[in-house]
């Protein structure tokens, strides 16, 4: 009972899925033949072999996936040292394994090892572990370690990992390669260099010099980084299309997959897995359906009630509770359970395969619900359910507890999917927006493709901040060191907590729930931000006052804020939102003056220095009153958290909570006011006028076609997320194999480190190109369907869309017409 042999109520679900042995010297034959492929060297080839004892379990990946937990990670001479090293040596030493004290098994293994009983199988485990788990391990002048570290692995030896690495890998001996094959050798060997070289660890110098000595591989990757950002816009134009309606499609399965989850959460019995609580209900769901839908053409209803222990349970379930099938209770072939035969349980209708729960009244075995027996050869037999129990009942309580707890997850489930139903609706009925959009990416994609020279532009943006911003930070480094000297008292205190005060602890909650806490108080020393600190004099240096020392005293911060840095940093915010301002309009210029260039002539024209013309002769100022819109919000968010750091030093929770709100709600009002921004920077470049009349278009313009543009922001999202993979991982891909064949004897990490963030560094650039592109896209769409303006210079994928708005505006102007004739008849016939 204790073993799952048989159902007996409450113990057991289903039997093991193990090995069964039918006496002691079976189970003593197998596991000696396990243990001596480990012991004996010569037994590699039986090891890795699947007729071997262990079978497939080193043969496979699972092993070779998890080799630094297998293995020890030591030091030796060179990595030529093999498991053959070990023979003949006058140096052999031996290794006696036994649990560690911590271990679940420590007791029980000391007490077999010890036992002495006529118990035929306790005798039989005892020899086992005396007799076959000391294992030969390496010489000391090999691997001078304790022996327990130096136990060689049948069958494998080692290789370098790369030239001059220091570090050594797997290298199999050619028995094993033979047993195996030379391709399932390669493929374990490559799983095993994967775990180790991520294990691996060196120091940053030498991480430096890696990279130093591959700045050649660094700059061709970086090239070929610039180059497949362009072969991802080619790209993207022909399968965009799909790309958004698969994530279209996975953003519908994730509502539904969402809310399987929090549902599955919800019934998940104490001690069961959340993927078996799923397969379980997944499988009571899918017989109950098909179940419902036979019974429907059959006509025929079958009833599945139950009882107690289901005894009297007569339904036609023949699947177990995991989905695996019953076999027929009368199958002359079964050798399994062969007791469990019709003619032994009359009264329990073992008919055919379906789920039972057999027992005569005077036996001793007795389970507590319906089961079957299975087809496995491993799982002998397993509970079943009736048809239509999707909830079973958990004899040992439910994972999560309370009941309350569970009923908001079972009820936010269905909530989940109805928003996932509602989301779909809503898909279907976008689903012209959605192709538009979709066009309109696809322009953006060609105006890259056919334009790469514009992604110039946010680079020279990215050097002249960085010039900026090093030249302020001198000067505001002068600026902020520059501290007063009667910015802290120059007094002394009597203790510690007169000069820094004191700490509270208070929390967020117990503001909310008035629970009682004990507040902090300010020091003299650190009352306002930047805080000075406190330290304490000699007893020769303390002050007296009524006979009491005064030792403490303060000291002054590093750095301190006076109006002149506040103006100096007003000036870099407005410089650097200039900075960007001047890009976003730069590339809203080309694109609208590739838009509405004729389809032939696209190309000849030079864009950039005809845009760089156009903006600065008639539109910077525009581009300096947005810039210092955007940073006059920055500062007043800056200055609040400098407010808000203030009131931390003067240990006011309430004032930090309220600043902090503040600062929320003025990064949103910051983060409209620069999308507004942008779209004023498109409109002027689309009709000359100045900012404020450019910036009321553009908001009016965004509430006709909200629903346009919210989905081409959403789609647009999809297409950032797609480009950055697509950049980031073929660029480093590239350049591993560039670099194994350029540099071999160096170390990958580090190189590869730069790979990753040269190829972050390419595709924000691509990216926010690309975003600004589609924004202007769309924009110039606006102006040809409102103003009727360009036809002949729209882009072929945006065309039909073209079209179409036309065909309606002659319907509506057509309809226009005729109604007010109509009208005059009417009246005059009238």
């Known amino acids: 009972c204790d073993c799952c042999i048989a159902p007996c109520g409450g113990v057991c679900d289903g039997s093991l899925a193990l090995e069964d042995f039918s006496d002691p010297t079976a189970l003593f034959n197998s596991m000696s033949s396990k243990l001596q492929e480990l012991t004996d060297l010569s037994k590699a080839t039986e090891l890795f072999s699947t007729g071997g004892a262990n079978g497939e379990m080193f043969s496979t990946s699972a092993f070779w996936e998890e080799a630094t937990k297998y293995f020890n990670q030591v030091c030796v001479t060179d990595c030529t040292v093999d498991y053959t090293t070990i023979n003949g040596s006058s140096g052999i030493r031996t290794f006696t394994y036994k649990p560690p004290p911590d271990s679940d098994f420590y007791d029980i293994w000391n007490t077999l090892l010890n036992a002495n009983t006529a118990n035929p199988l306790v005798a039989k485990i005892t020899e086992l572990i005396n007799a076959s788990f000391t294992f030969e391990a390496l010489p000391f002048a090999t691997c001078p370690y304790n022996p327990e570290f130096c136990v060689p692995f049948p069958g494998v030896g080692f290789q370098e990992l790369a030239g001059n690495s220091m570090y050594c890998t797997f290298d199999f001996a050619g028995e094993v390669i033979d047993a195996i094959g030379s391709g399932a050798a390669e493929a374990l060997r490559a799983i095993g260099v994967m775990d180790i070289a991520s294990s691996a660890t060196t120091e940053l110098g030498k991480l430096a010099g890696d990279f130093l000595s591959a700045i050649d591989a660094f700059i061709v990757v970086s090239v070929l980084s610039f180059i497949i950002g362009l072969v991802f816009l080619v790209v993207l134009r022909f399968t965009i299309g799909i790309c958004v309606w698969i994530a279209v499609v996975i953003s519908v399965l994730m509502f539904f997959l969402g809310g399987a989850f929090i549902f599955v959460l919800s019934i998940q019995c104490s001690g069961a897995g959340i993927l078996e609580t799923g ?51 009368d199958d002359p072939s079964r050798t399994r359970m062969s007791n469990y035969q019709p003619s032994n349980y009359l009264e329990a209708d073992l008919e055919k395969n379906y789920c039972r729960n057999p027992y005569n009244a005077n036996d001793t075995l007795k ?18 359910l009736p ?25 936010s489930s269905f909530v989940i999917w ?34 790469p020279h514009i992604v110039l532009i946010p680079v020279v943006q990215a050097i002249v901040a960085i010039i900026w911003t090093l030249l302020w930070f001198l000067s505001a480094s002068f600026l902020l060191s520059q501290v007063p000297a009667d910015y802290t008292p120059t007094a002394s205190y009597a203790t510690y907590t007169e000069a820094y005060g004191t700490g509270g602890n208070c929390t967020f909650w117990s503001t909310i729930t008035g629970e009682t806490c004990v507040e902090g108080t300010p020091g003299m020393c650190n009352d306002q931000w930047p805080t000075g600190d406190v330290w304490k004099a000699s007893a020769a240096d303390c002050e007296w006052a009524d006979g009491v020392a005064k030792c403490w005293r303060c000291s002054q911060p590093r750095y301190a804020f006076d109006w002149r840095f506040w103006v100096s940093f007003f000036v870099y915010l407005w410089n650097h939102a200039f900075n960007i301002a001047l890009g976003q309009i730069l590339i809203a210029m080309a694109v609208s003056l590739w838009f509405f260039t004729k389809n032939e002539e696209k190309g000849k024209l030079g864009l950039v220095p005809k845009a760089l013309k156009i903006i600065f002769r008639y539109h910077v100022g525009s581009v300096i009153f947005g810039s210092f819109i955007v940073a006059a919000v920055q500062f007043i968010r800056y200055l609040m958290k400098y407010f808000e750091k203030q009131a931390e030093a003067q240990k006011n929770r309430i004032m930090v909570y309220v600043l902090k709100c503040v600062q929320c709600c ?7 006011i620069k999308f507004l921004n942008k779209n004023a920077y498109i409109q002027i470049a689309l009709t000359g006028n100045n900012f404020c ?59 590869i480190v730069c790979f990753i963030l040269v190829s972050y560094v390419v595709a924000k650039l691509y990216m926010n190109v690309f975003g600004l592109a589609v924004d202007t896209s769309l924009q110039c769409f606006l102006c040809v369907e409102e103003m009727g303006l360009g036809q002949d210079c729209v882009p072929p994928v945006l065309a039909n869309f073209v079209k179409q708005q036309t065909s309606k505006a002659a319907v509506t102007a057509q309809a226009s017409a005729i109604l007010p004739a109509q009208t005059s008849t009417a009246s005059a016939e009238l």
Request: aromatic share 10%; net charge negative; proline share 2%.
């Open 666 to 672: 003025i990064w949103c009002f910051e983060k409209c």
């Open 279 to 329: 397969t379980q209900t997944a499988v009571a769901i899918v017989i109950a359906g098909s179940t419902a839908v036979s019974s429907t053409l059959s006509g025929e209803e079958v009833s599945e009630d139950c009882t107690g222990d289901c005894q009297d349970y007569r339904g036609i379930q023949k699947h177990s509770k995991n989905g695996l099938s019953c076999v027929t209770w």
């Open 693 to 751: 009349t450019s910036a009321r278009k553009a908001f009016f313009l965004i509430l006709r076609n909200v629903i346009r543009f919210g989905t081409l922001a959403a789609l647009s999202g999809i297409i950032h997320a797609i480009g950055f993979v697509f950049i980031m991982s073929a660029t480093v891909v590239v350049g591993y194999f560039l670099m194994r064949e350029m540099h071999d004897d160096i170390s990958p990490f580090m190189p």
């Open 418 to 451: 109805a928003l996932g139903g509602i989301w779909l609706i809503v898909i279907i009925c976008m689903v012209k927006r959605i192709n538009l959009a979709i066009s309109l990416n696809k322009v953006a994609a060609l105006f890259l493709a056919r334009n």
């Open 367 to 384: 389970h507590d619900t319906i089961w079957c027996i299975t087809s496995d050869e491993l799982v002998k037999w397993e509970e079943c």
């Open 387 to 411: 048809i239509g129990v999707i909830v079973p009942e958990c004899d040992d309580g439910h994972s999560i507890e309370p009941q309350e707890a569970r009923d908001i997850l079972y009820y």
